[in-house]
């Protein structure tokens, strides 16, 4: 499995894995990154962050593989500027995103598509997440966000109001047309019924050149969960959830703060030499 680096890629989760607790890559990570692709390994990341707002991290990561966003329902290659993949939501997912609102109006809200950010609902709790992707999105009332190409649908709330909303998909059979999946305490996010990270994962596996890989992949989190299980090899920080450790091939014992991402690197590299 890893007799040659140069086909192993690494997938790593951003927020709780590769970014630390001030949202930035620390030296000791972005040290490994370059080293494992000096040598001949593939990085790139896997975020629930748009294409426009995953830009700022550009001038730090030399991603030369495709990157998978919005928690697995694109696919995009930054260095062509191609989208090789998408997924969107069904359109009776914009009837229930309103319903949900008028449910629990005091939840923040945006939808996501492949153009940009529509902020429908701008809380307290959606300006944070506005100010953490560094984007500057249109607003706009949610019956009047054009139908099609929703890709997710984020919304944002107090944490002890999270349950509350995920309860309430169940109770009105949301949960049967879409899947709903915290990506923070304060997140709840809508995606395209059987769709995540590990899904998107399997599209990958496809992408021409990349059939025969070995795939690594780490994060922390309930949106991390299926592409630890997708994975050759499934990994996650000590700061991961409990759940999360559960389902990793590997618990790391340096948490995003640490260098955690380096650790496994250096697994990686390790492996490879001794295969």
Known sequence: MFEDISK??????????????????????????????????????ATGRTIQSFEQFLSILDLRSPVIMYNGAA??????????????????CKAMAIELL???????????????????????????HTKLCGIVPEFAELPDIEEGGWLKVLFSMAPEDIPHMELLTRQLGFDK?????????????MLPPGVSKGSALTEYRKLP??????????????NDLEMIKAADV??????????????????????????????????????????
Do not use: W
Request: one cysteine or more.
């Open 75 to 92: 696919i995009h290659d930054y260095s062509s500027g191609e989208t090789l993949y998408t997924q969107p939501l069904p359109q009776e």
């Open 177 to 189: 047309k879409a899947d709903f999946v915290r990506s923070a305490d304060i997140f709840l996010e």
């Open 209 to 222: 050149g990349y059939e025969d890989f070995t795939f690594v992949a780490v994060g922390d989190f309930d």
């Open 234 to 275: 499934g990994a996650c920080p000590a700061n991961a959830e409990d759940n999360v450790k559960a389902a990793a091939d590997i618990v790391l014992t340096h948490t995003n703060d640490e260098g955690a991402v380096a650790e496994l690197i250096e697994h990686i590299i390790k492996l490879t030499a001794e295969g």
């Open 102 to 128: 008028a449910a629990m109006p005091e939840a923040g809200g945006e939808v996501l598509k492949a153009e940009g950010t529509y902020v429908f609902s701008n809380t307290e709790y959606q300006k944070l």
């Open 8 to 45: 192993v890629i690494l997938l790593s989760d951003m927020d709780g894995t590769l970014l630390n607790s001030k949202k930035q890559i620390t030296d000791t990570d972005r040290a490994a990154i370059e080293r494992f692709q000096a040598l001949g390994g593939h990085f790139t990341v």
